[in-house]
């Protein structure tokens, strides 16, 4: 997803909103977890102003992955599949959001609830049900 994600899918999942924010949790999540490196650097050159590779992303990966999810959740949300209080392009920014501040705060909020053992799964898992919860229609 960062770079078009895993294996170039750049897009995964079915027809369906939570299929949908499925893959892309799961897949950034793995993404991440393969390189750590990527949330910090999302972080500082891509969130900071000033961030050398906010530019590139906003060329390259704004136009096709973002665009691409907000106009699926635009139609499941015509066809009554998908929360009618949500913003579909505000959606997309939850899940990145979602998906990357946990890793990139991980030596923070781990070192405040005193536990490095909350891995990958139990955070996908968290993230999944507080999104399945907040899209149902």
Do not use: K
Not at 77 to 96: H, K, T, Y
Not at 121 to 134: P, S
């Amino acid at each position: 997803w960062v770079g078009g994600g895993r294996g170039g899918r750049g897009g995964g999942g079915g027809g369906e909103p939570m299929e949908l924010v499925g893959a892309f949790i799961r897949d950034m999540s793995r993404n991440v977890a393969e390189h750590p490196w990527v949330s910090q650097l999302w972080v500082r050159e891509i969130l900071c102003e000033g961030g050398v590779l906010r530019e590139r992303l906003m060329d390259r990966v704004a136009p096709l992955v973002p665009l691409l999810l907000a106009q699926r959740f635009a139609a499941a949300q015509a066809r009554g599949a998908l929360n009618p209080e949500l913003d579909p392009r505000l959606l997309v920014v939850s899940l990145i959001g979602l998906t990357l501040l946990p890793y990139a705060a991980a030596p923070i909020w781990r070192g405040v609830f005193a536990n490095a053992q909350i891995g990958d799964d139990a955070l996908i898992a968290h993230t999944l049900a507080l999104l399945r919860g907040a899209m149902e229609p």
